[in-house]
């Protein structure tokens, strides 16, 4: 992974995920060094933040071969609120897979640039896995309940094309689209857009803890079914699901 800035005073900071070789997946390690980054884009005089992949992919999702429990969907958590929380706008600029955990990365910046090519999916169901409350409150948000079921209860995949007409995208593009608009919006009055900011993510307000819920996705990240899933995966099989 790598962070650089760009324009007066740094005012744009983009975070590249740089692991092409496993698609931009993300382990433990990454998670923790995008943590990093978005902190310091924070303490930075950032007004824009441009979040992309190397290698013609955005996140290919969870790097499975080091998922082993439900703590990495604590360390996802923390850098999907911290994408949310931030003062300034963040555009993901998407190109190739965006997949379970590259989905809910670019559903937590605030603005998606991709290409009519890109693929959005939540394919946890083909894993035995659980995405979180928030995520899915995301999803249907933007892309609407209808698709959203698709997305997770059928683990549909949504071309950038068909997300550019839900509204999941705002604009059609590649990464240089992306930072032409990052730039623009840097010029404009940021206190402004950290108000407008904070008032969109209020009426959007972090769905409460709810013990059904929780019980539920417990359950699935302890099952033997995400066993199953992770193991089907390593060994390149289909997976045989029994609901326990």
Not at 95 to 117: E, S, Y
Not at 131 to 155: D, I
Not at 198 to 206: A, D, S, V
């Amino acid at each position: 992974m790598h962070r650089e800035t760009r324009g007066d005073g740094g005012a744009v900071t983009v975070i590249t995920l740089d692991r092409p070789d496993r698609r931009n997946a993300l382990d433990h390690a990454t998670l923790a060094e995008l943590t990093v980054a978005l902190d310091a884009a924070a303490a930075a005089p950032t007004r824009v933040l441009v979040l992309t992949g190397a290698g013609g992919h955005f996140c290919a999702g969870a790097d499975l071969t080091g998922v082993e429990d439900s703590s990495f969907a604590t360390l996802l958590q923390g850098v999907l609120d911290r994408l949310r929380d931030l003062s300034f706008p963040t555009i993901a600029a998407v190109d190739g897979a965006a997949l379970g955990a590259g989905t809910q990365l670019a559903v937590a910046c605030d603005l998606r640039v991709a290409t009519a090519t890109a693929s959005f999916g939540i394919p946890a169901a083909k894993l035995g896995l659980m995405v979180n409350h928030w995520t899915v409150q995301r999803v249907a948000t933007l892309a609407g309940h209808s698709t959203a079921r698709a997305m997770l209860l059928a683990a549909e995949i949504v071309t950038g094309a068909q997300a550019l007409s839900l509204g999941l995208v705002n604009r059609e593009g590649d990464l240089p689209d992306a930072l032409a608009w990052s730039d623009h919006i840097a010029t404009l009055a940021p206190l402004t857009i950290a108000g407008h900011k904070l008032m969109l993510n209020r009426l959007e307000q972090t769905p409460s803890p709810d013990p059904e819920i929780d019980a539920a996705f417990t359950q699935a990240w302890e099952s033997t079914d995400f066993a199953e899933g992770i193991d089907a995966f390593r060994t390149r099989r289909t997976p045989t699901f029994r609901g326990r």
